[in-house]
């Protein structure tokens, strides 16, 4: 075996040190992901007030994301990017909501409203328990009381869960 040269040794481990530093940027840098509408031909902000209808939009833009639960007539197109560095919770760095509201009778667009992620709002959820019946079963009664159901089961595999012996 052929012996490095006491003066490359230096040179191998800087570069090794550079090789080492750049993986480590590598990764450290953002994913970007893309979720929901993602506009390529045409842009939900062109549509126009009056002049298109329910048709020319889905021809346009196609489906819509969501529709409003209770009126048929507000379509929605969600777009949102977020990015995740490492081992970080990915973080959303821009989030559109396009909402476009028809007019019943004509079916033309009656409003188009565009919503960034400055007009979002942070709901806060409820975090109390109901209360369910019955009692609370400690880890040694689940244990025992899973230990119980074993000679339920079928003896063979021909037979089907829940039938009684004798039937298919």
């Known amino acids: 075996m052929k012996k490095l040269p006491v003066s490359k040794l230096p040179v191998i481990i ?4 550079v090789g080492a530093c750049l993986l480590g940027a590598a990764a450290c840098t953002p994913i970007a992901n893309y979720q929901g509408f993602q506009p390529i031909d045409a842009n939900p902000n062109d549509v126009k007030v009056g002049t298109d209808t329910r048709t020319s939009v889905r021809a346009r833009l196609g489906t819509p994301t969501a529709v409003a639960e209770f009126d048929k007539d507000t ?38 409203d565009i919503f960034t992620l400055k007009d979002g709002r942070v709901v806060a959820f409820n975090k109390q328990e109901t209360p369910t019946r019955g009692r609370e079963l400690t880890f040694i009664e689940q244990l025992f009381g899973s230990l119980s159901t074993i ?8 037979q089907t869960p829940g039938s009684h012996p ?3």
Do not use: C, E, H, M
């Not at 800087?14 to 040190?17: D, I, K, N």
């Not at 000679?151 to 021909?158: A, E, K, R, S, W």
């Open 75 to 112: 379509w929605f197109y969600l777009t949102q990017v977020s990015d995740k560095t490492a081992f970080y919770a990915p973080q959303v760095v821009r989030r559109n909501v396009t909402q476009i509201t028809f007019d019943k009778d004509t079916q033309a667009v009656k409003s188009v």
């Open 151 to 158: 000679g339920n089961l079928p003896p063979n595999q021909d």
């Open 14 to 17: 800087a570069s090794l040190a």
């Open 166 to 168: 004798g039937q298919p």
